[in-house]
């Protein structure tokens, strides 16, 4: 326990002790904090304590404005820092605790109430990747746009598949999205593309990683070694946008209809505008030895993958996860998805080792995201086109107001948590408002 009270309900207990990045009103300056139950630890005021075989001669990373410097510095590092934060906050230990008990929390200059902190970006994200590694996500999609039978793309149990994303437009949890312009074709009729603001706007609720030690040009990370260079997690909405239309000339036989989260620009590359106007992560990361006692069985992969993919020991993750909407701001917000980290197909491994094996170098601080998380069931799916079954159902929101897409001033929030014996390991909330459009040509 510590001396920092908290319940049981609680994201951020002393056997989490998430990293993050922050800032007051008093002291603009950006600096790593260490979330506590409704407190944050600036390590900046107690970087002097970090004085293990390890740290001593390193601790200057916690003066840094982003976290980069701390992932880069590996596990060994990692586990030491981890001790020696639960030893000075834990209620036994007198470094802070004493203090604790003549001052209140509030006093003490190393700790700043939650409520009074501005949280930014944790790391400065030089390249962000987004796969698709739900199994359920993938074959709901297929199953709307695709025959019986081709629901999957032939390579999708042989290799996590992923885009590389903008990495520019990633923000913290709280920033407005607004909705963007683009071009859209409706149908195959050779008529010119329309411009306008997109139709229907999604969320995707998922989990991302950041890397830790990075890798040279030209060597690839083993499978075997990935763990060594995955720092922790966090949570992600990858918003994606659609005008709804046709893809031309595509064969009918392969496709009922072209799928809406594409837009007319992903042809022949793959995604672009729909991707690049947002992706919100949540402002604290769990890491991954906060989260190792909440590790279960991989999802059984029932196509072997080759062997540079092959991993037994278990790196999946028993995570609760949710999606709540406020509609338009006022209402709300309602519950609209539950669903697990654990169905994920690809493990974080296979995603790292697979995007290396070209040599691609990985650096400290990229993030690398899982795509759509849903389960089987109606209420664990982790967006509104599947929610809303390519547009053919509604999703209640109170009050008799329904969505099918997310309409303008509406606000997602995103959860998640590791539920232990009487505590609980969460990521806190990532949370994203829809702005209307502006018009580009005025």
């Known amino acids: 326990m510590s001396f920092i009270k908290y319940d049981q309900t609680c994201d951020f207990p002393i056997q989490n002790l998430p990293y993050g990045v922050f800032s007051t009103a008093e002291n603009a300056q950006h600096r790593i904090g260490v979330a506590i139950g409704d407190q944050v630890l600036d390590l900046s005021v107690v970087g002097e304590l970090f004085n293990g075989p390890h740290l ?66 944790p790391a400065k994200i030089g390249d962000y990747t987004d796969f698709t590694s739900s ?28 885009y590389h994303g903008r990495a520019s437009s990633v923000v913290v949890s709280g920033t407005p999205i607004r909705r963007p312009y683009g071009q859209a074709c409706f149908d195959d009729s050779g008529k010119p593309p329309t411009f306008g603001p997109c139709r229907l706007m999604d969320f995707e609720l998922e989990m991302a990683f950041f890397v830790g030690p990075g890798n040279d040009l030209g060597e690839p990370i083993p499978v075997t070694k990935a763990q060594d260079h995955i720092f922790g997690m966090t949570l992600m909405n990858d918003w994606s946008v659609s005008n709804g239309f046709k893809e031309p000339g595509y064969p009918q036989s392969k496709w009922k209809n072209f799928a809406p989260e594409f837009l007319w620009e992903y042809i022949p590359l793959g995604p672009f505008l729909a991707k690049n106007l947002g992706t919100t992560i949540a402002p604290w990361v769990v890491t991954m030895e906060a989260l190792a006692s909440f590790a279960v069985p991989n999802v059984n992969q029932d196509v072997e993958p080759l062997p540079y993919l092959q991993h037994k020991d278990n790196f999946n993750f028993d995570i609760n996860l949710a999606a709540a909407i406020s509609a338009d701001g006022t209402n709300g917000p309602v519950t609209i998805c539950q669903t697990n980290f654990k169905d994920m197909y690809w493990s974080m491994k296979q995603q790292l080792a697979h995007h290396s094996v070209t040599g691609c170098n990985m650096r400290p601080g990229d993030l690398l995201a899982s795509g759509t998380i849903s ?68």
């Open 56 to 121: 001593s001669e390193c601790r200057d990373v916690f003066d840094k404005p982003v976290l980069n410097d701390l992932m880069g510095l590996g596990p060994p590092v990692w586990k030491e820092a981890r001790q020696t934060l639960q030893k000075i906050l834990s209620a036994d230990d007198p470094t802070l605790g004493d203090n604790a008990e003549v001052k209140t929390i509030q006093d003490l200059k190393a700790f700043v109430p939650q409520s009074q902190a501005v949280m930014h970006l």
């Open 375 to 442: 389960g089987p069931t109606d209420d664990s799916l982790g967006s509104m086109l599947e929610l809303c079954w390519k547009g053919t159902r509604e999703v209640a929101l109170g009050n008799g107001i329904t969505r099918k897409f997310l309409e303008d001033n509406d606000e997602v929030i995103l959860t998640g948590y590791c539920q232990g014996d009487g505590y609980r390991v969460g990521f806190g909330t990532c949370t994203g408002k829809v702005l209307p459009a502006i018009n580009p040509m005025q």
């Open 135 to 162: 199994l359920h996500h993938s074959v709901n999609v297929g199953k709307m746009f695709r025959e019986k039978g081709d629901e999957l793309a032939p390579n999708w149990k042989h290799l996590p598949a992923g």
